[in-house]
């Protein structure tokens, strides 16, 4: 039987949308497996979460390295320690270098709580991105799962799920309708690439049918 995919994820915060690949993980909804959880910041209850399920995980404090190049050589290192297939950043709050990007070619992915390209980009993040939401009087809004490139939210879109936007939403509302729908897109998205069934053309991708099916789907 072949090997599961390796999955390794990057955590800055709290960790649902890890939480949801673990349990994806569990009950085979994802053909992979969650080689290492990595993270920046000591203190992030996505640690614990991952513990809690018996996963590796390492914390590279990126304000105790001389440089943000020793910062990413560390975790690039880890990564390939378990022989990480696809890397996941899963609120991840930092900004990978292209240098980092090249070394896991079309191999990792970041969700975004917003429909890109709209609303991404450098210090689009977090409640940042559902005011700027509000404030634009968008009337939907939603989530975007994209392969990671040199620029920041710019990558090829793999998946995106919409919600409406109410008159009377507010942010944390926002906030809430859209976790639930990046916790259902985001292994989703995980289980086609450990498939082999998503491929990339110049900055679209395909999703492939599955084997047997004679039938071609797009994400976008």
Known sequence: ?????????????????????????RTGAIQAQIAIVVSNEPSAFALTRARQSGIATAVFDHRTFASSD??????RAELERHRVGLVCLAGFLRILSPRFVDA?????????PALLPAFGGKGMYGERVHRAVLASGARVSGCTVHFVTAVPDAGPIIAQA???VDDDETPHALAAKIGTEERRLYPLAVDLFAQGRLRVEGNRVRVLPPLGSGLIAETR
């Open 1 to 25: 039987m072949p090997e599961l995919l390796r999955v390794g994820v990057l955590v800055s915060g709290g960790g649902s949308n890890l939480q949801a690949l673990v349990e994806a993980c």
């Open 70 to 75: 020793a910062f990413e050589a560390r975790i």
């Open 104 to 112: 896991f070619p079309g191999r990792i992915m970041n969700i975004h």
């Open 162 to 164: 919409v919600v409406p």
